[in-house]
């Protein structure tokens, strides 16, 4: 007895149609906004790059372009990105890759389903309660240790960075671990090694790529953190490596501009596209070299 | 080394180095046990000495005038109420964008678009997009939406700037839940004749809601808490006025006025508070930091239990 | 109930004579490429209505493949290539024509799988499914069908009480019984078994014998099985296959006791499998 219901058979083919179309138009979604961030990064920084020569952005001092005698040293803003994203990435990396030995090879089951989703909650924080914490907190505990440390700093600010940015290196590391199959510890143990023995020397490189993917996601996410270092590092560019020092980096920069009034076209304008140009091209690359790192994990186990 | 009726006897000394490597190694482990449980316990501790620092500068300033009072020059009549009715109104527009879009793009991905360089390049596409700086979310809007679009410095940019910030969490929340339903029931519906569309709508989406929920208020928290974007389009530290309201009390009885209005919201709020010298505003900073963490951590931990008891629910 | 001496007596009726009924599906030349690996050599066979056709064969062999291709189950999967043709009685419909749709055709055929797989929905939603796919929304014409499925399954006094709580809580063997009604609900011509009874235990397996013995009346059956004494048991006509290719076909009887190729014999004597 076949079916004979040809209009609502017509119908459903119908509606089969229309959803293709919608979805897909969905799935393009996420193209549309990765070129949404190119075409305007490019289009609106374009004249800045047009009008200062590569020699400047390398060679001058300072980063003031805004100024009546303006400097377009892009290094200043560079430098204050670097030193506290290494001041961040001294705490993270080991802190983070010692709780995800622990947590993957040491701590029992329930302990490791509660403690993993609290920590990842470290990272939800609201960044502007970070910067916060920072400045408020932080910096005068640290400047009871040594009293010479500025209101900003790249330390403060740094190390607050560093603690969020521990979930990220933690969850990662800790499921790239727990991947590595139990047979391979098993040889380890199986001689006579010790947990940490067996974690260091058969976990570790057998989860390597994911590790390293943890690192650099982390990497690329101290890079792009905006509010903790423009509310606790300070909005002033400065050419300079040592972080008990103030210093802006490349998004404190774009914040500090924001604030302001910002004419559409104007240098300031311009200026802070050119900012986002280099930091989106850093971000690129760190992401991208993660996703790489990952995809060769997942095919490796 | 004697060899005893075919057996080889191994000399004392040889066990007692046996024995004493083998102390080391349980020796290392506890040490290790030890620092490793102390470290865990000293990180998740920060989370609480943030919630106290919070709680102890700023709880005391949160009450009834707090609430409802504009931003003021004299911080003890200083308020939240823009921040948090601007904070609404975003979070209108960007759910609005971004949960449609996000599912609708999940879907897609998941269940009919081909396996192909195309989807790859897509998938690449997607994993970058959610390592992104969001202040170049802010910068992408300020560019295309309030001024190519010229959807001015209003709710609308700053909504649709955290949307597309939030997109890949609610795509990626959609395609993990598709992905763990088994071949096996996709088939018992195509079987049974249904098309893809029917065999999503009928039984895809109703099983993996827990999922879609947890990347949703994952996504949504995640919004709240966000200002670098905002800053960039320009939303204002000092707003004294409400938008205007999305209802109206004669027809058309909808208004989208409010889309187009400037805007100031609670994390921006706080930025302002926290940049000002002298200490007369760090208990408004602190109760406004306070509410957005109540808020974020409610909303997060909400999450963690969906997901739990999604995972319960339905056993493959 | 149908005892065990009717069991074996099923296919000795027809070993004596020519199969009465008209074919209900013939499928003429039917090859299947999966890229450029065929998997399918031109396979032709009549199965006739209303009687239990066994596909046996070794691993590999393609019976799982020639069974999927009856629903269009490749369909869904990229790379998958027909020739041939497949035709349905009573109306001739070309299964695999240019402008068939898939859907249609599977609205005509059911099909139960190997590991039981129902929704994760209650009992009564799983058997009303497929019905309301096809457009049936009256509770009333719901409620009966539901209730004539279920007992066609012979599961429904064991759920007639519980008909709203999840598919999930059944045994396994129950929930093969269920997604049997489900597959029957809608009155197919003809149910496709494939290997349904590899995941359950024996009592759960007779059990799902004798209720694809009492379906035969109503609905043509071809299952798929790995399990020889199965095929004996159940089936009317049985089809041997090897790499692909149809090697034997005839009265289960028949092709057990007196079969007429060699790789047949050296497969039912268990000289390879």
């Known amino acids: 007895m076949a079916p004979s219901r040809p209009f609502s058979h017509r119908l459903n083919q119908a509606v089969e149609g229309l959803m293709v179309w919608v979805l897909r138009f969905g799935g393009w979604i996420s193209v549309l906004v990765s070129l949404g961030i190119v075409v305007t990064l490019v289009t609106e920084s374009w004249p800045f790059f047009a009008q200062v020569s590569f020699h400047r952005l390398i060679s001058d001092n300072m980063w003031t372009p805004l100024f009546a005698d303006p400097q377009y040293g892009i290094g200043a803003l560079l430098a204050g990105t670097l030193v506290t994203t290494g001041v961040a990435l001294l705490v993270a990396i080991p802190l983070g890759t010692v709780l995800a030995i622990y947590l993957s090879e040491f701590a029992p089951t329930r302990f490791r389903e509660v403690v993993k989703p609290l920590l990842e909650l470290l990272s939800a924080v609201p960044t502007v309660v970070y910067g916060y914490f920072a400045l408020l907190t932080l910096t005068p505990l640290l400047q009871k240790i040594y009293p010479d440390l500025p209101q900003f700093s790249m330390l403060s600010a740094g190390l607050i960075m560093g603690i969020m940015i521990v979930p990220y290196v933690t969850s990662l590391g800790e499921d790239s671990m727990r991947s590595v199959p139990m047979l391979l510890r098993e040889g380890a143990f199986a001689l006579g090694d010790g947990k940490l023995g067996v974690a260091l020397r058969v976990v570790f490189p057998g989860a390597f790529s994911g590790l390293a993917a943890a690192y650099v996601l982390a990497i690329s996410r101290a890079v792009g953190e905006t509010m903790i270092v423009a509310i606790a590092a300070g909005l002033q560019p400065r050419m300079t490596i040592n972080p008990l020092e103030s210093a802006a980096t490349v998004t404190a920069f774009i914040v500090q501009v924001s604030l302001g009034d910002l004419p559409h076209g104007s240098i300031g304008y311009q200026s802070i596209f050119a900012a986002g140009a280099v930091l989106f091209l850093m971000t690129l690359g760190f992401n991208l070299a993660g996703h790489v790192l990952r995809r060769r994990f997942h095919r490796a186990s | ?316 | 109930m149908v005892n065990p001496q009717s069991l074996s007596s099923a296919s000795s009726e027809i070993a004596g004579g020519v199969v009465q009924s008209s074919p209900k599906v013939r499928i003429e030349k039917l090859s299947f490429f999966y890229g450029t690996h065929q998997v399918l050599k031109s396979v032709s066979m009549d199965i006739p209505a209303l009687q239990v056709t066994a596909l046996i064969g070794p691993s590999g062999c393609g019976k799982t493949t020639l069974l999927r291709c009856l629903n269009r189950m490749h369909d869904l999967y990229p790379g998958n290539r027909y020739e041939g043709s497949v035709h349905v009685q009573p109306d001739g419909m070309d299964i695999l024509g240019p402008g068939m749709d898939p859907i249609q055709v599977r609205m005509r055929f059911g099909m139960v799988f190997q590991k039981p797989n129902p929704f994760p929905k209650s009992i009564y939603e799983n058997v009303a499914y497929g019905l309301r796919l096809q457009g049936m929304s009256k509770r009333r014409d719901l409620d009966e069908r539901v209730e004539r499925a279920l007992r066609e399954a012979a599961i429904w006094d064991e759920v007639k009480d519980r008909l709203h709580q999840m598919a999930h809580n059944l045994s396994g063997g129950q929930q093969q019984r269920l997604c049997i009604a489900r597959a029957v609900a809608t009155d197919p011509d003809v149910v496709l078994f494939d290997e349904p009874t590899s995941a359950l235990d024996p009592i759960a397996t007779s059990k799902i014998e004798e209720l694809i013995v009492e379906l035969k009346k109503r609905v043509t059956v071809l299952i798929v099985t790995h399990n020889l004494q199965q095929a004996g048991r159940i089936s009317d006509m049985t089809a041997f296959m090897y790499l692909g290719e149809l090697v034997e076909f005839g009265p289960t009887n028949q092709l057990f006791t007196n079969p007429s190729k060699p790789q047949t014999e050296d497969y039912i004597s268990g000289r390879f499998g």
């Open chain 2, 1 to 316: 080394m004697s060899c005893d009726g075919g057996f080889i006897v191994l000399p004392e000394h040889f066990f007692q180095r046996q024995k004493k490597q083998a102390h080391q190694r349980r020796a290392i482990d506890r040490w290790f046990q030890r620092i490793g449980l102390l470290l865990t316990l000293m990180t998740l501790g920060i989370l609480a000495i943030l919630l106290l620092n919070l709680a102890g500068n700023g709880l005391m300033r949160i009450d009834w005038q707090f609430l409802t009072s504009f931003p003021s020059r004299r911080a003890g009549e200083a308020g939240v109420l823009s921040a948090w009715v601007g904070t609404l109104l975003l979070m209108m527009v960007t759910a609005g964008v971004a949960i449609p879009f996000g599912v609708a793009a999940g879907i897609y991905l998941e269940e009919y678009a081909p396996k192909n360089n195309w989807t790859d390049f897509v998938e690449i596409n997607i994993a970058n997009l959610a390592g992104v700086p969001s202040i170049l979310y802010g910068l992408m809007a300020l560019g295309l939406f309030v001024y190519q679009f010229r959807f001015g410095q209003s709710v609308l940019s700053g909504g649709l700037a955290l949307a597309c910030l939030v997109l890949p969490i609610v795509i990626v929340a959609t395609r993990e839940s598709l992905r763990t339903i088994p071949a096996n029931i996709r088939e018992a519906a195509f079987a049974l004749g249904a098309t893809r569309w029917q065999a999503v709508w009928h039984h895809l989406l109703p099983y993996s809601t827990g999922g879609i929920a947890t990347g949703v208020i994952l996504a949504m928290s995640r919004a709240i808490g966000e200002s670098a974007p905002l800053i960039t389009i320009g939303a204002l530290t000092f707003i004294a006025f409400l938008p205007p309201a999305p209802v109206l009390s004669h027809p058309p009885f909808l208004s989208f006025e409010w889309l187009f209005s400037p805007f100031t919201a609670l994390p921006i709020q706080m930025f302002n508070w926290v940049s000002r010298p002298g200490e007369d505003f760090q208990p408004n900073a602190a109760a406004a930091g306070l509410i957005l963490m109540l808020i974020t951590l409610s909303m997060n931990g909400a999450a963690i239990l969906l997901r739990k008891r999604a995972q319960r629910n339905i056993q493959w």
